[in-house]
């Protein structure tokens, strides 16, 4: 752990090495060039394939165990199944069983059906976990208990490390709510069905072996082959890979809270104001009490304008399907569905497509979708004077939540955080933030139910809403506010020790979180 | 050319190296296990790329300069426009007016529409053509005028090349009916469409540098997206990147030729009476008139019995598409379109499925689509008495046909040739192939107007007919017959000088093809 470090253009101190690998500091976005080419898994031959195409072997432990599961080794697995998965801890247990040691669990998100791992990170069966780590999880991190050290990545991150092999996966278990059994596999159908499950597709593409895990095995061909099954070593029928209730909630809800939903009104008056809300408009938001709000305010301005979005990209819920079904959106593009009308129009309408991160995200790619939206809505865990963001730990000092399509999506042309002014009384606007994930060139506007800050350096925004009526306020006023209220909060103490590194979405290394010093 | 030859295990004399670069000799049907890594092109950037998506640029000219042309590059292009491509011959029409010299020309296949290279082979502006070579190309080639050696691969050797790196593209200028502003792109739509254009899959994937041009430039997202903008560099727009009436025919025609009939007619009663033709069958045949019979005939039997394929695999046409509608077929997988008729149902029948030869050919995969497949109908220009095919060479020793996916299909379980007995007076059963391209372990019937001859080594199949009826005998007697009423041929005569090289399917060397002697 004791690895020389540096000051990042930041200002963060970051370490040259993690895990025993060099590592390259963050130097401004935009400013890092990558060299070399892209990560090559080993050339397969048909002639060690089944002829039949059934590639059906019993079990997970025998495809694991055909695979070569063995000490050291990274295991890839997506977050599709969300708080129902119920696949990821099901590896653990056999490689536990089988005795295996120091694995390396690299899932595209973790959830809090994932505790369980908890115990094979006290007992060596992993050796860390490299994604997002969310309650307990990120608290056994803070608390340095990891063997490794944690990194963490945003979506599009996690595949530009899969593409350039700064992770080699050795095995990705891929989850697949309908599979074929030469392991073409769709997010759709059956009785564990999530929508899409492209957060799979880079594994698929880039580990040494894949394996399939379905509880619908279907007739050849499934299709659309979100997972192509010539990629793919074995397929495994299990009676559940999910349970359904949590796997996508049943339907996804505005906020009912007063203060979030004025905080979305201002969001949307904000929005249209200022003129970026326009025919045509691409716009993103997330699932969130708020997030949601904003989109049926959006909705409404729409239709009452006339206008129509070209496209949204979801995460993708029911009050995009019905932007998407009332005609006041051209076409959903789709990384992943949240409740289960989303996950029934995936199924059905043309018109809302898979859209995987691979494609979306992917910093390390000819374009990205990221910068062609026109609004992006994102939220944050704190924001501090210079418009930096955190998302990863709270005030406490604690990791709680992973990045992530985040930083990918400061990308977008104009990004608006619409957040509370505090939370349990904490304030969320800070002198600095705890953790830099996004630096504050990137976020354009600050909306909480006290006013909106708007980034200096966007000027043109500024002027837009000059008269507008719109509470226009300074971030270091909002603070103030904050704090005349709830007091200013003590800052947590930390160790030297890192216990997790933050990458930016081009691989270097924005910042690092420290074990927590125990608070007596 | 001078190069060091050795004996390989179809007993045929070839080189060690080709263009100057090491080869590995054919060591047998699924003998050979490639070592080391996929090939890696550059990480790219999106710091590189438009931030609004917008990859448009003024002209190909403009584009091929932005990828850096110049000398000894390799282009890839794809034949979907077939007869009717505008799009190739004027990369080099552009490269010659630049003065660029020793280029690789790879396309996934040439037409007579492509003739007009031979002046830029002449002049020195391409150096060979790696791809298939018809009529007047291929006859140059034999000649022995072609500068470099010519490389003939399969469908699916031409991704496993791409994929393995044996062939590195530099820039893949990919046609397509439809595209988005960002690159994404697909084969229906507009005035120029084609169906799929799946075979641009693997260059796109796999080239440094990526053009799509486009006649049809669509809003953004151009679903579905066969071709993802993430890995393209530009978007050209031209007037018309095809002929409509030669990119497709108006319409497949079955034979009209009583012999060829007769042959159609022998084949379903085979395939029925040997009981390979059953319920759930998967059948693959091409765009030919005798193999278009057979496909009627089949449609016919399945239509009685009230049997449904599960799947077929296309090169599709009309009459797939009918057994699709009328329910004799479950789904078509199709890489690429024959007729009008077919783009139709591709653009309009979610059964009808593009499947690029990316993923069903590739014999550098995990699996292939061809060993899946439980009836395949292939031609071949020769077969000799161990069954050998030859698709490439007539027995005059001209190269007058490219492989297609010939090769790859011979691994499907049951192989039936269904060819006349002589062409023009000429035997199409001789001693030795000409050129070998499918060794005869691999081809289990052979089917003439005047016989059926079953390959030893399937005694399955010897059995399941005995007592039909059916006109059984052997390759000799049907050549002997042959030749009493055409005469036996003069064999060609060549020189040393080898012209072009032809690979087995995982990219060995099975055979070469050498300069004709000129006839005085």
Redesign the interface.
Known sequence: MASETVINAAGRIVPLEINGTPVIPYKGV?K??????????????????????N?VVSSLEEALRLCGLKNGMTISTHHHLRDGDLISNKVFDIASDMNIKDLIWFPSASFPCNDPVIKYLEDGTINRIEGSMNGPLGRFVSEGKMKGTAVLRSHGGRVQAI??GEVKIDIAVLAAPSADS??NAKGTGGSSACGVIGYGKADSMYATK?IIVTDNLI???C???EI??????YVVVVDKIGIPEKIVSGTTQVTKSPDRLLIAELTAAFIEKSGILKDGVTMQAGAGGTSLAIAVFVHQILKDKGWKS??GFGGSTKYMVKMLEEGQM??I?DAQAFDLDSVRSIENNPNH?A?PV???Y????????T??MDIMILGATEIDLNFNGNVVTHSDGYLLHGIGGWQNCL?ARNVILPIPLFRDRIPVIVDEVTTLCGPGELIDVVITERGIAINPLRRDLIESVKGSGLPIRSLTEMKDEAERICGKPQKPRFEDEIVAAVKWV?GTVIDVIRKLKPVK
């Not at 890092?32 to 195409?53: L, N, Q, V």
């Not at 992917?362 to 979708?369: A, C, I, M, T, V």
């Open positions: 935009g890092h060039r990558p060299e070399g080419r892209k990560y090559s898994p080993p050339i397969a031959t048909c002639s060690d394939y089944p002829a039949d195409g590639k593409q350039d030469f392991g894949v007739e050849m061909p299709f659309p082959m192509e099954g010539n990629y793919v070593d070209k496209f051209g076409h593009l497509i859209y691979f494609n979306a992917n910093y390390h790619s000819k374009g990205n979708l910068s062609l990308h081009d």
